[in-house]
C-alpha cells in the first residue's frame, strides 16, 4: 500500500514567520511530488511540483526534496493570515494516480 | 482561464435515487479523476480514466460507476445513492505523463437523505 503521511496539525504559525510543513511518503520509485493548498469549502489548488533532489523555490515558497530520506517539505516564507489553509502533499508513483496525504492545516496568526 | 467544471455545487437527492455528477474539462487532457473528500479521511479516489471509453477503480469503487464517451466529459454515477455516499465530490483532470499535476473542479457536495 502506498503512503503519504502529513501531520494533521493545526500548525500555528505567527504573521511574518516561516511555516515548514512536512511529508514522507512509503514507495522509494516515486517520482514526482506535488504541493497542493485547499481552503476551507474550496477544492485543492496546484502551488509548487518539484521531482530533483534539493529546493525549487517559487515566490515565498520553497518545495524541498529528499528521496534517500523519503521526504519532502513545503517552506511558506513571510507566512500570511491568507496562507490559512490545508495543505495536501502528493506523491506520483509512477504508473498509477497520485497519492495523497490527508493534510496538513495550517494557521496563521495576525 | 482553463477550467474542470462540475455541473453542481450542491445537490440534495434521496436514498435509492439513481444520481449522476457531471464533469467537463476544457484543457484537452488524456486523464480524469473523481475523488470524494471526507473529514478525516482526506481523499479518496474512486475511479479514474486515462482515455475515452477508458476506466479503472480506484481505492473505492463500490456503489459507484463512471462513463467516458468523449475526452472532455466524465461522469461518475451512482446507482441507488445511499445516505454513507454523503460526501463533497471533486473531479481532477491532468496530462499523462508523471510530472504533471492535476486540476480539480470546485467540487458537488452531495447530500442523500
Known amino acids: 500500500q502506498k503512503e503519504v503521511e502529513q501531520n494533521s496539525g493545526p500548525l500555528s504559525v505567527p504573521e511574518g514567520a516561516i511555516a515548514s510543513l512536512n511529508c514522507t511518503y512509503s514507495?522509494?520509485?516515486?517520482?514526482?511530488f506535488f504541493w497542493y493548498r485547499q481552503y476551507s469549502g474550496k477544492s485543492p489548488e496546484l502551488i509548487m511540483f518539484?521531482?530533483?533532489?534539493g529546493d525549487k523555490e517559487d515566490g515565498r515558497f520553497t518545495a524541498q526534496l529528499n528521496k534517500a530520506s523519503q521526504y519532502v517539505s513545503l517552506l511558506i516564507r513571510d507566512s500570511q493570515p491568507s496562507d490559512s489553509a490545508t495543505y495536501l502533499c502528493a506523491v506520483n508513483p509512477g504508473n498509477t494516480p497520485l497519492v495523497f496525504g490527508k493534510g496538513t492545516r495550517l494557521s496563521v496568526i495576525a | 482561464d482553463v477550467k474542470v467544471t462540475q455541473s453542481s455545487r450542491y445537490l440534495v437527492k434521496r436514498t435509492g435515487e439513481k444520481v449522476f455528477l457531471e464533469c467537463v474539462q476544457d484543457?484537452?487532457?488524456?486523464?480524469m479523476f473523481w475523488y470524494r473528500q471526507d473529514p478525516g479521511l482526506g481523499l479518496r479516489l474512486i475511479y479514474f480514466s486515462y482515455d475515452v471509453k477508458m476506466k479503472e477503480k480506484g481505492d473505492i469503487p463500490e456503489g459507484y460507476s463512471v462513463s467516458r464517451e468523449k475526452k472532455e466529459r466524465f461522469s461518475l454515477i451512482l446507482e441507488s445513492a445511499s445516505t454513507n455516499q454523503t460526501s463533497m465530490y471533486l473531479c481532477?483532470?491532468?496530462?499523462?505523463?508523471?510530472?504533471?499535476?492535476?486540476?480539480f473542479g470546485s467540487g458537488t457536495r452531495l447530500t442523500v437523505v
Open positions: 514507495d522509494r520509485g516515486s517520482q514526482s
Open positions: 484543457m484537452d487532457h488524456e486523464n
Open positions: 481532477a483532470s491532468s496530462l499523462q505523463g508523471v510530472n504533471n499535476g492535476y486540476t
Open positions: 518539484i521531482y530533483s533532489n
